[in-house]
Every structure is written in structure tokens, then in C-alpha cells.
């Protein structure tokens, strides 16, 4: 079939590596440079983490998508996953669950991981499994890869305009037309295809070069209301430090100057005995969008297009396993699970337009 692929972020591209595999011609349509450093996948790191406390079939998604980063790694013959583990701290953490890992007890939270101060009582999991995607490196990885398919037309600096049934048209007029449509777009698909259940979030990230840092697993959760959690340094990247409350939804997705720097560095200062402000040498808002249940949306409209009109604050790790549902469902197969209820259970949609 002839696919196209709106949007070079890491959904689209590994939707467009999939489709090729699977033996599909595709052409791969991005409104910037391929990769793009303005979209939502492109950063130094995202977190892995397969444990979602009190949601089994989202953790048994979690440890496949393990599995098929590494699976990944070795079809672009490409480094990006370093397994550093990822330590979740909060009141679920330590329920029963399927992932592979260790329980940490009050004191040995505090033994093992003396660089932070934890909410009084806390627990700890210590995932296995999990760990440090090298994002940007991801996408470099991906790209390159498609580059060298026969098959697989690259189309940077091509602004979609709008999406009909089995066509997408470009900003200038060109259409482009398809047997199936996959909008991928990020945080800005709801500008080419409609969905009003769908909001906008904006995330401030610090940046810090610490004098020195252990290594430590990815920290998803460090147990706060506030919702803090960090990414370590590992493969030269910096040691990023966020917050849930720092999140906040905003009605327009634009490139503003951070506004949650002051607040994440005195979070950090709580948190993190030896942190200094002297360590942070750089911020940046992100954007991503959810649907109504607080996560990832996929959308089933007329005349094959699929579009995943809400990218989800998490699918940087999930971005295998949705891509190759999505070739699936291309190909008419429509058992192949994510594990994410929002992928593997459409919405149906009408027109695009
Ligand atoms: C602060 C923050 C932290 C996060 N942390 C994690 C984490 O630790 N782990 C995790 O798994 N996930 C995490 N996520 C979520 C993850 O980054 C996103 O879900 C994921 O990157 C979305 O990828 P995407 O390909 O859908 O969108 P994007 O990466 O945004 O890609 C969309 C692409 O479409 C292009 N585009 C847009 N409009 C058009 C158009 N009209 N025509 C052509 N091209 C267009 C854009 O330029 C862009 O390149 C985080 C998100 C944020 C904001």
C-alpha cells in the first residue's frame, strides 16, 4: 500500500519504519528538518519505566516496549538504550505486579539512595527492566535508516495543511495522496485533523550539570505530591529534573521562555541535599496533548486515516509497540496490542477536515 506518514517525531518515524518493513511504499511528511529539534520526541533522554502502579496491563506494555527498544537497537545496529534500571517511590509501588524488580523498604530506600530526601514512610521499586532512551540519538538512528529504503520517500520542510479521506495537502498545494493516512504530528495534530476532546499540556525540564553524580536508574516517580522526578546523565547527557507541577495545560503549543524554572530549582533544593542552582545550565517547556482519560488517543476517521490526535505524556517509550499496532491495523490486522486502551481501542472519528 502507499502510506503516509504525518510527522517525523518518533511515533511517525518508527510508523514509517514499520510500514517499510512490513513492505508498504511510504512517504514521510514533516513541516521542519527530519529530525525535528522542535518536536515533542526531541530531547537528550526520556525515562523508561514499565511499572504502572495499580495498571497491569499498562506495565505488561511497559515490559514489552522494553523488549522492543532493544529488539530496535539491534535492527539499526545503533546504541540508545542504556537498562540503568528505574526506581519508582510511592505509596502503590510495592503492590503486587508482573515487573521484574526489587521491593525497597522504608530504610533501604533511604540506605540505597541517600541523595535524596523521601516523604516520610515511603517505599521503593526498583525495576530491572527499564531504563534511559537517548532520544535525540533515537531519532538520528531512525531517520538514517529510512533514508536508505528504497521505498521510503523523505519529505522535510513540508507543512500539512489539511487532511482529507486518502489525501494530505501541503502548504503551496501540492497533495499527496495515500491508501492510508497516519498523522503523527505531535501536540500540533489537532491543527490538521479535529478533535475537541483533546488539551494541551506545557512542561518545564531543567537541565544540570552536577560536579559530580552517581549512577543512579531513571527516576520516574520520586514519591512528592508535587510529582518530581529526573532523569540521570548517562551516555554524556545532562541530569534533568521536572515536576507534575510544573505541568500545566495551556491552550496554544508555542515555543515560550520557561516559567517554572524558580519553582522546580527550590523543588530540587527540597529534594536533593547537594543540589545547587549553580548546577542548572539550561530549561525548556515541552508540549504534549491528552484525551479525555489523561493519556494517548488514537482516532479512526473515514477514507483510512488514522490519527493519533492526543500524543500522551508517556508514548516516547510506547512509540515501538504503537507503531507497529499501527502497520497492523494497515494491513487489516487489527489483533496486534499495544497494551494502551487508547491505541488498541479507537476512537471512531468522521471527517478529518
Ligand atoms: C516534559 C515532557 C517529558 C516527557 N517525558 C517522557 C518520558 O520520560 N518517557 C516517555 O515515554 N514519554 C515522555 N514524554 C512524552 C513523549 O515525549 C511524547 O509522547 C512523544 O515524544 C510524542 O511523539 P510524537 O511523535 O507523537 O510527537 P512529536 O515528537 O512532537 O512529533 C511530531 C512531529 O510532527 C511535526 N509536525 C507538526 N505539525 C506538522 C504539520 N502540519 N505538517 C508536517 N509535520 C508536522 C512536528 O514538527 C514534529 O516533528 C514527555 C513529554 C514531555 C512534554
Not at 551516555?235 to 507541577?245: I, N, P, R, V
Amino acid at each position: 500500500m502507499d502510506v503516509v506518514v504525518v510527522g517525523g517525531g518518533v511515533v511517525g518515524a518508527l510508523t514509517a519504519l514499520e510500514c517499510a518493513r512490513a513492505g508498504h511504499r511510504v512517504t514521510l511528511v514533516e513541516r521542519g528538518p527530519l529530525p525535528n529539534p522542535a518536536a515533542s520526541s526531541h530531547d537528550q533522554h526520556r525515562n523508561l519505566r514499565a511499572l504502572h502502579p495499580g495498571d497491569p496491563s499498562t506495565s505488561l506494555a511497559g515490559l514489552r516496549a522494553h523488549e522492543a527498544w532493544l529488539r530496535l537497537e539491534s535492527v539499526l545496529g545503533k546504541r540508545f538504550y542504556h537498562v540503568v534500571g528505574a526506581l519508582s517511590v510511592g505509596p502503590r509501588v510495592s503492590e503486587a505486579t508482573a515487573v521484574p524488580g526489587e521491593r525497597l523498604d522504608s530504610a533501604e530506600l533511604r540506605r540505597r539512595f541517600p541523595q535524596f530526601v523521601f516523604p516520610d514512610g515511603s517505599t521503593g521499586f526498583l525495576e530491572r527492566d527499564a531504563g534511559v532512551l537517548l532520544a535525540d540519538k533515537v531519532l538520528d538512528a531512525v531517520v538514517a535508516w529510512l533514508l536508505a529504503q528504497p521505498d521510503v520517500d523523505l519529505l522535510p520542510h513540508n507543512e500539512v495543511v489539511a487532511v482529507e479521506p486518502g489525501a494530505v495537502r501541503l502548504a503551496g498545494g501540492r497533495v499527496l495522496h495515500g491508501d492510508r493516512i497516519v498523522v503523527a504530528a505531535g501536540p500540533w495534530t489537532r491543527s490538521v485533523v479535529k478533535d475537541d476532546q483533546v488539551t494541551v499540556r506545557r512542561q518545564t525540564m531543567l537541565y544540570c550539570s552536577p560536579p559530580a553524580w552517581p549512577a543512579l536508574p531513571a527516576i520516574p516517580s520520586l514519591g512528592t505530591d508535587s510529582g518530581a522526578w529526573l532523569v540521570p546523565p548517562v551516555g554524556g547527557t545532562q541530569l534533568k529534573l521536572s515536576a507534575d507541577s510544573a505541568c500545566r495545560p495551556v491552550s496554544e503549543v508555542d515555543g515560550t521562555t520557561p516559567t517554572r524554572t524558580d519553582a522546580l530549582v527550590g523543588l530540587f533544593r527540597e529534594l536533593v541535599p547537594a543540589f545547587e542552582p549553580g548546577w542548572v545550565v539550561g530549561a525548556r517547556d515541552c508540549h504534549y496533548t491528552i484525551g479525555p482519560d489523561g493519556g494517548a488517543r488514537l482516532v479512526e476517521f473515514a477514507g483510512g486515516v488514522l490519527a493519533l490526535t492526543a500524543c500522551g505524556g508517556g508514548s516516547f517509550k510506547f512509540a515501538p509497540l504503537i507503531g507497529r499496532a499501527l502497520t497492523a491495523r494497515i494491513g487489516g490486522d487489527r489483533s496486534e496490542p499495544t497494551g494502551l486502551t487508547a491505541m488498541d481501542h479507537p476512537v471512531p472519528g468522521g471527517d478529518p477536515c
